[in-house]
């Protein structure tokens, strides 16, 4: 019935639950599979927080949560930021914005390595956002950067 490499494919699929109704978020979790990671952004996140989250998760157990809130702040603030996160939601994965830095991204994952090792919590695929899809050439110069998009990404990335 299903392609022989059905559940590899499956561990790819992403779906995004952008919405302020957590009925829709539970509705929408119920009946996928449950390989199908969960992205859940600032629309969602910033309407339940933490408990939102550990509302979907109790719908399905075994939901694998994609945090995407773009962490961007000095690096302290985002090491314990994502630090919470961690500990409270156990993310799959989740966001920082490549434009923090090298010193922000650095002390977000060895913070999060300090976790796994202390906590033994497995640890979130951390994925650094770069230039932001909505900007083109225009925005880019209006913001003051000089590059192409595809070359600032190159640079953050």
Request: a positive charge; glycine letters at 4%.
């Amino acid at each position: 019935m299903f392609p022989k490499n059905y559940n590899d494919a499956m561990k790819r699929i992403i779906c995004a639950i952008d919405t302020k109704d957590i009925e829709v978020a539970n509705r929408i979790i119920s009946e996928i599979d449950s390989k199908v990671i969960i992205k859940l952004g600032l629309e969602f996140y910033t309407s339940f927080g933490f408990a939102g989250i550990s509302k979907l998760k109790k719908y399905n157990k075994k939901i694998k949560i994609f945090l995407d809130l773009k962490f961007h702040d000095i690096p302290n603030t985002v090491a314990q930021a994502v630090h919470s996160c961690v500990l409270n939601i156990q993310p799959h994965m989740l966001t920082l914005h490549a434009s923090g830095g090298s010193k922000m991204l650095n002390a977000a994952v060895n913070n999060v390595a300090k976790i796994e090792k202390e906590e033994g919590i497995v640890k979130p695929l951390i994925l650094a956002v770069t230039v932001f899809t909505s900007l083109s050439a225009s925005h880019m110069l209006d913001l003051g950067w000089k590059d192409k998009v595809l070359d600032q990404v190159l640079n953050y990335a």
